[in-house]
Structure formats: structure tokens, C-alpha cells
């Protein structure tokens, strides 16, 4: 049984400190604790939640160039031919 240890470390933050596949979740003195899969169901759900809110971000920094190319663009073509590229960028992935 393979668990969501993302999700249970979220649902269950300070009290779960271990998660064994095979055995369960334990607390700091190893004891078990009782999982509520209806918390982790919510934990899982917050966490792509999170996950899919900052989507943008991640597209966006997949496009910039590197800095290096940036300073490259604003040493040969000037601070606005710059601002109009990374503009592109952020118009193509807005904020939500």
C-alpha cells in the first residue's frame, strides 16, 4: 500500500513525524497514529490546489531568457526592447 506522504505530513503537521508504506504513520515516540482519509483526501486537494495557483510562475520562468541574455538585450537593444520581451512573456501568463 503506497501512501500519500505528502498529503498525510500536511493533514496531520506536528503530530505525524514518519510514514512507513507497510506499517502506517508514527508520532515522535513511534507510536501510530490513525490516519482520516477524508483529511488526507482535503490535504491532497489544498496542496495541488497551491500547486496549480502559481502554474504562471513556473510557465514563465520556463520562457525568460537567461540573465545573462537579459543584460545581453539591455546592453545591445536598450532597458525598453528588454521591458517589451518580458512583458511578451507575462501577457502570455497572466496572474490568475
Known amino acids: 500500500m503506497a501512501l500519500d506522504h505528502e498529503a498525510i505530513y500536511s493533514a496531520y503537521a506536528g503530530t505525524v513525524v514518519s510514514i512507513d508504506d507497510g506499517k502506517g504513520a508514527f508520532d515522535k515516540d513511534g507510536k501510530s497514529v490513525t490516519?482520516?482519509?477524508?483529511?488526507?483526501?482535503?490535504?491532497?486537494?489544498?496542496?495541488?490546489?497551491?500547486?496549480?495557483?502559481?502554474?504562471?510562475?513556473?510557465d514563465r520562468a520556463a520562457e525568460y531568457p537567461t540573465w545573462q541574455d537579459q543584460l545581453d538585450k539591455i546592453y545591445h537593444s536598450g532597458i525598453d526592447a528588454w521591458k517589451a520581451d518580458i512583458k511578451a512573456i507575462k501577457d502570455k501568463y497572466p496572474k490568475p
Open 35 to 58: 490516519i482520516d482519509n477524508n483529511k488526507v483526501v482535503a490535504a491532497r486537494k489544498a496542496i495541488n490546489d497551491a500547486y496549480a495557483a502559481v502554474k504562471y510562475k513556473r
